[in-house]
């Protein structure tokens, strides 16, 4: 049995789909909170509830009385794949508590729950791209200096890791972390700036794109974050301590501009561009160097901006009837 924190987000929900696909058992575990709308986490959820082999429990990760509860009820789990968090670098301006709470004492209580777990094989946990900050060297290493976070959001990623580090060091918990790089693809979250950028193309309302534009990022199509998910997950990390961290990028990094202008070809509709300073918190580029991934996980992302996009869009047209 595997455990996917976060089944209802964009990314878990994915990766509990690949799992049952291939004929695991999967017991998903999300709060489905309002962060953003609720209708979509329940479609997505949707998709798994009835598929034999799937389980859900709505339960808070940083519960960490429930979460113990859950792995006395299901102690044949073997392997956790840690998602759910509170995502995003703008809000972690408005609502910094929530940071703390669900990614630092949520990744707290998930590894908690793994020591509880007497058959547990592997604790994979997601990481972010944010992490590397400011850097300016290019593309972003994980040997790469990551000190100097730009955002509280980056900062409680960075902290995952560190303490993903000591237990396993401790109780030689195998353990991995992997740096996401701007995921996008069906079913994805409306806060991020696929979806922003179609919603507002779509109503021929304006777009908001910082930087004035200047702004790269390593987009990287769900199917390939999910391709990676699941190779790490099949291969528990070794070591002294058994810790690992790898970048699942796309290996690119494309102009936002670029990334609109795909959007703007999936829709035939131009977009109306506001451009506006940099963000607090943000950062100018990204951009996954991947050479361990592809060399000890077997990783190679396969879907450019070209086939992403248009997979996107039909997908958002689909769903919501634009």
Known sequence: MILVTGAAGFIGSHVAKALLA????????????????????QAR?????????????KLDVSDHAAMLALAKE???IAGIVHLAAQPGVRYSLINPYAYVQANVMGHLV???????????????????????????????????????PNSLYAATKRADELIGHT?????????????????????????????????????GEPIKVFNRGEMWRDF??????????????????TGTPPHKIYNLG??????????????????????????????????????????ISQRELGFSPETPMSVG??????????FYGA
């Open 250 to 291: 796309n290996h690119r990094s494309e102009k936002l501009t670029d990334f609109i202008a795909a959007i703007e070809q999936a829709l035939q509709k131009k977009a109306i561009i506001q451009l506006e300073p940099m963000q607090p918190g943000d950062v100018q580029a990204t951009y996954a160097d991947i050479e």
């Open 22 to 41: 291939r004929d695991d058992v999967v017991l998903g575990v999300d709060t489905i909170n309002d962060y953003y709308d609720v209708a979509l986490k």
């Open 110 to 148: 998930m590894l908690e729950t793994a020591r509880a777990l007497p058959g547990l094989r592997h604790f994979v946990y997601a990481s972010s791209s944010s992490v590397y900050g400011g850097n300016t060297k290019m593309p972003f290493s994980v040997s790469d200096p990551v000190e100097q």
């Open 309 to 318: 996009i248009p997979k996107f869009v039909e997908w958002y047209r689909d």
């Open 74 to 76: 299901f102690p044949g």
């Open 45 to 57: 959820l949707a998709r798994l509830t009835g598929t034999p082999g799937f389980t859900f429990r």
């Open 167 to 203: 237990y396993a060091h401790l109780y030689g918990i195998p353990s991995t972390g992997l740096r996401f790089f701007t995921v996008y693809g069906p079913w994805g979250r409306p806060d991020m700036a696929p979806m922003l950028f179609t919603r507002a193309i779509s109503a």
């Open 220 to 237: 990287t199509y769900i199917d390939d974050i999910v391709d990676g998910v699941l190779r790490a997950l099949d291969r528990p990390a």
